[in-house]
């Protein structure tokens, strides 16, 4: 087969953008042909509603999803904790890179004191509801848009403080001075890790795709999205996961967490297995989590987003 050009297919917000150009870079430097093609996202548009009101969990994957399947692009490239754990017919994995930052930080305004009711803004379900969890009498709002966006709306509101992954705010040098990590909140399955996905069907770029991939990175994340498929949460259940790899013991160490919209219901799970238990790991502390009340919170949670 003749060399062909890699069409890259990238959202136009400047996080989007920074993972095509890291992505181009590395098949570059392997001496691949590619180009970066801008495709306009339905999350960018519609910014008035909640991402999890759309009904979509893919909204800012799908797309692209459509792009490729067209043969517009070859491939895409998401932060993988955005894309759902079912990719579409005909579409796979093709890379998962090494994985940068796992923490969610908060920014905030200067000298936060979390005792008093404070008002902190973010869209996702899952840093509210642990957010509620840890501060009842504090009050969440929404906060929806590309990282550029949210930045400008926590200046412009006189909201405390805002929550961001770290990666993202640290791959496009936007993270401020004045910020908290926020160790005790669980993070969103894959946060930190890139997925490069393309057509099944295409063994040129999936071969060299395959020359980017991080082992290490695709079994932890593989895990942490198995857990979120087996509770059935697409993108929108208040759910978080971490695995972490322990070179030395060749242990993985869990964390699980499934929590109700308010934060008032927590069920968590920790474990550290052999690095053999891997392929079921996820779906083995799921299901420990659903038959310790997690099948009933899951259908309240259902029942409350459909009101």
Request: with cysteine.
């Amino acid at each position: 087969m003749a060399e062909k050009t890699i069409r890259i297919g990238t959202r136009d917000s400047e996080l989007a953008l920074w993972q095509a150009h890291t992505v181009e870079k590395k098949l570059n430097d392997l001496g691949y042909k590619t180009s970066i093609v801008a495709v306009k996202s339905q999350g960018d548009i519609i910014l008035d509603k909640p991402l999890y009101e759309l009904g979509i969990t893919g909204i800012f994957t799908k797309t692209l999803d459509i792009a490729m399947i067209n043969g517009d692009i070859d491939i895409a490239v998401h932060s993988m904790k955005d894309v759902p754990t079912a990719l579409p017919k005909g579409i796979v994995q093709g890379a998962v890179l090494e994985r940068a930052n796992v923490l969610d930080i908060l920014v905030h305004k200067g000298n936060p004191d979390f005792e008093n009711p404070s008002t902190i803004a973010t869209g996702s379900l899952r840093r509210q509801a642990l957010w509620y969890n840890k501060y009842p009498n504090h009050t969440v709002v929404d906060l929806r848009g590309n990282v550029n966006t949210r930045m400008q709306k926590l200046q412009d509101n006189n909201w405390d403080g805002a929550v961001f992954a770290a990666a993202g705010l640290e791959r496009i040098n936007l993270k401020p001075e004045n910020y908290i990590n926020l160790d005790w909140m669980i993070p969103a399955p894959a946060q930190g890790a890139m997925l490069v996905v393309a057509m099944e069907n295409d063994n040129y770029t999936l071969d060299a795709l395959s020359q980017l991939n991080h082992i290490e990175t695709e079994i932890c994340t593989y895990i942490e999205r198995q857990f979120l498929r087996t509770l059935e949460g697409g993108c929108t259940a208040p759910i978080g996961a971490l695995v972490t790899y322990n070179e030395d013991e060749d242990t993985l160490h869990f964390q699980g967490v499934l929590l109700s919209v308010d934060g008032k219901q927590k069920l968590e799970i920790n474990k550290t297995v052999d690095i053999s238990e891997w392929k079921k790991l996820g779906f083995n502390s799921a299901q420990e989590i659903l038959n310790n009340g997690g099948t009933e919170l899951m259908q309240k949670i259902k029942e409350s987003l459909k009101k």
